[in-house]
């Protein structure tokens, strides 16, 4: 079992900029792939970025793309998302995940390990 946790996030005007970092502990981190979820009130959880446990490999849902960078560093057992030009539809719970290598980045049900969420919100 990985365990992840989550600091950061917070409030930022549109148009800002934000980093969230998740840190894991437990079994190898660099044995995982590693997502970012979201899910916004009312709404089901979404993909948002991912990537491979080499970091070799990412993925972004398109509403993201350009603005969002995903990022890792296995000897800090710590996956971040660099978050710019935010929008106030980017606000959400941001989640991170695991998943076993191999498998395709975005799909949601290949992550079994979720952190306890943070809380990001954009204002106009």
């Known amino acids: 079992q990985v365990q992840l946790v989550e600091p950061g996030g917070g409030l930022v005007q549109a148009g800002g900029s934000l980093r969230l970092s998740c840190a894991a502990s437990?079994?190898?981190?660099?044995?995982?792939?590693m997502g970012w979820f979201r899910q916004a009130p009312g709404l089901e959880r979404e993909f948002v970025a991912a990537?491979?446990?080499?970091?070799?490999?990412?993925d972004y849902t398109d509403s993201v793309k350009g603005r969002f960078t995903i990022s890792r560093d296995n000897a800090k057992n710590t996956v971040y998302l660099q978050m710019n030009s935010l929008k106030p539809e980017d606000t959400a719970v941001y989640y991170c995940?695991?998943?076993?290598?191999?498998?395709?980045?975005?799909?949601?049900?290949?992550?079994?390990?979720w952190g306890q969420g943070t809380q990001v919100t954009v204002s106009s």
């Open positions: 995940a695991t998943a076993p290598a191999g498998g395709i980045l975005s799909w949601k049900n290949a992550y079994h390990n």
């Open positions: 437990g079994r190898t981190f660099s044995n995982y792939n």
């Open positions: 990537i491979s446990r080499s970091g070799s490999s990412t």
